[in-house]
């Protein structure tokens, strides 16, 4: 999907945009608790270009790597990725999808830590009369190290976990 927008002054931007988040095949675990929700994050100005009056010029593609997907149906209070290698300057993007207990998602805190990254909530949504929560984090440093990311719950512990590290640069 394209979009344009002209300025006051005869600047003209052009922008596209993608849907496509997570990695994991359509059996994945992942892919079958969201039903598809997972490709709901809106990544604006992908492709971005001014210009002053002219067609606007490309600045690159933009390119999305899956670094790894995985889940368990074990009620715990922490889960553990496999070990990625982020690279430097990339934005880094990790949905978590959560079954709460008792249908009670919204009881259940996600946060993320590894790879010496910061990692920000970006979102979280509770969905399907409160029974799943998808929480999106973001994450982006100048020296990532290589490792595992762990998800920690606060308040009650989730039913089971998927989750998804993609890679955007």
């Not at 988040?21 to 997972?38: D, Y």
């Not at 207990?101 to 979102?123: E, F, H, I």
């Amino acid at each position: 999907m394209r979009n344009r927008h002209v300025d006051p002054q005869g600047n003209t931007r052009e922008w596209r945009r993608a849907a496509r988040l997570c990695g994991s095949h359509p059996g994945a675990p992942f892919a079958r608790g969201l039903g598809g929700l997972c490709r709901l994050a809106w990544l604006g100005a992908l492709t971005l270009g001014w210009s002053l009056g002219s067609a606007p010029t490309a600045l690159g593609a933009v390119t999305a790597v899956n670094l790894t997907s995985g889940g368990t149906d074990a009620s715990q209070s922490s889960y553990t990725t496999a070990s990625i290698t982020p690279s430097a300057g990339k934005l880094i993007l990790l949905a978590v999808d959560h079954m709460g207990p008792q249908g009670n998602a919204g009881s259940v805190t996600v946060s993320a830590s590894g790879n010496g990254l910061t990692w920000v909530q970006v979102t979280n949504i509770i969905f399907n009369s409160s029974n799943f929560g998808l929480t999106l984090f973001r994450a982006m440093g100048s020296s990532p190290s290589t490792g595992t990311i762990t998800l920690s719950c606060s308040g009650n512990n989730p039913s089971r976990m998927n989750w998804s590290v993609t890679e955007f640069g």
